[in-house]
DNA sequence: ATCACACATGGGAGCGCTCCCACCGTACCT
DNA sequence: AGGTACGGTGGGAGCGCTCCCATGTGTGAT
């Protein structure tokens, strides 16, 4: 027989990082112990804790994640998932507004922030064997379409999960959006108050809730100052630029009488503004012209465009919150299966920008 | 005495997520076997193989990641880090490529990028944490400044690494650069040939290695075509608008008789075209203009700049190829300590893009 | 038929941690 | 004095995998 020797190589004690036990062993108390002061457990005398520390500081300890993980059954980080390709995530400020409200909300936390992309069919597998793999806690999602097989996939994965944007008023997964309703409401009280009474609406696509939900703001605004609904100011579009162009010119032909538009876009408003200026109606003098989104398009746009602010940042942060959440409750109640996640749904609010166009 | 029970809880075993062992017992074969079908190694028989992946399928197999990094020792995840607050990360283009770039060589294997940033101090010291506690198997450094501590700290852990941009001659780490000196030479080529004699120069600032290697660029580029040089067509910015103004300034005061400049990047050359017009000079007819970077600035300028090209996603796809292949070799040669990593340097060419300012 | 050798396979050990139970000592009560 | 309680502690077991050694099992050469 031959005695088996401690595997070396790789993982050999020598120059390798220093492990629980090293620790322990230098502080002249147990593993549980040492385990205890890394986790901040209360269970601990001040003494111990010091020697533990000081053991801790000379080795350089830094504790291993992936034993921690697979004992833990935890990662501590959490996934911003973004099903679009980079060239359009890196293109809108959006993102970039939301990933740093979702660092302001991490900064305080252990939890890591990793960031991926799952646009191709190829990759969304990808992505669903990674988080089938248990490589994260939990999932942001961001700018889901409303058929998107994500969300149902995460759903049946039983991952901790928040989207931003409602896909329906009964969304399964918890969720924070922004009031859309209220915003635009907002926008019509304005308008309103400017003293424009035949106010026109170019919506987005209607299957976003979203958009849904700014065009019913529109409607309560107009029908609580006493308004009557009128089918011929309200023209569906596509959240596009040539899509706002359209509406535009359906709107002018057929109501030639309109003194302000409400765009449920930013970009929607970009195009409709261009038609206006080629049929000669002055902004705001003849028309009133608002806007959704508060994007960089408002702030350029000549005159500068009146529009709905979302809280982008504050969506990332409020996000990032309900999924911790989520997460320290499953921890809680063991059972992986019957865990009862919380499906929050939060509503911030908007702000109406004012700026020349109204 | 007492019985010690299972742990339940958690991690009981009712609907959690297949192990290994699972998948054994199901296709019939041992633990063994199965590890080897699912990493793909050649000494299995086709009969046994198949069996195991029908098992695997059946059950919805997914290794569990953090068992693997355990045991393995490796993370199949890299970093990409950018010493940069979000909010330029966002802006700048160059990243979107480099990621992209990333993206395309990580495509076939199974390695997941992560993307880490690491502006503020306290950032920094945990991304130090992350890194020493092995998260990643290796790390791609953007954008570093010279004075840096962050690659050093990375050399000290002995961590595998690839820096896009040499920080100088004589890089440590690994390096993807695009090849400056030629970049330039070849814009002065084209100056020459275009019958222009005499070519200013605004450099970038010489403590950046690029910066300098471009100005090398441009000596050389000149003295092979047999031109003296002259110290009083070279005038030294810091890659900022306002710095080429100022540049394009002094130039045009110290030498009127100027017919063209080489700006060492395109938003120098922007600032430049400023002065110029400024001046009544007319651009290219008085004086040829050429930029650095083929920026989004350089196709939108009037007239469009010509300007040197540099491959930012093939440095990106280069930068992974380079850092897959240390991260093997480090696998290869256990001794963590005592291993060799390539270090290698490569260059890769870039492309004048002629337009109209030139 | 015998040996040698390759190939295929099973399963023990161990990666570094967390969890939890058992145990120790001390303080406080009866 | 004996009992009880509890904060503090040590360390076994186990998380799910990889690695590698030991053990079959089949093939061709002798």
Redesign the interface.
Known sequence: MTIRQPRV????R????PTLEEVAARAGVGRGTVSRVINGSPRVSERTRAAVEAAVAEL?Y??????R??AA?R?DAIALVVPEP??R??AE?Y??DI??GV?VAL?ETEV?L????ASAD?ERRRLA??L????VDGVLLVSVHADDPLPDLIEDLHIPAVVSGRRSASEPLASVDSDNFEGAKAAIGHLLGRGRTRIATITGRLDVYGAQRRLDGYRAGLSEAGLEEDESLVEPADFTEEGGRRAMSALLRRRPDLDAVFAASDVMASGARQILREQGRRIPEDVSLVGFDDSAIARHMDPPLTSVRQPIEEMGREMTRLLLAEIASV?AH????ARQLTREQVLLPTELVVRASS
Not at 114 to 117: H, N, Y
């Open positions: 190589g790789g993982r050999a020598s120059g390798g990082r350089g830094v504790p291993n994640t992936a034993a993980a697979l059954n990662t980079e060239g995530f890196f400020p993102f970039s990933i740093h660092g900064a890591q990793l960031l991926t992309f190829r064997q990674y089938a793999a248990q490589r921890d063991h059972p992986r299966s």
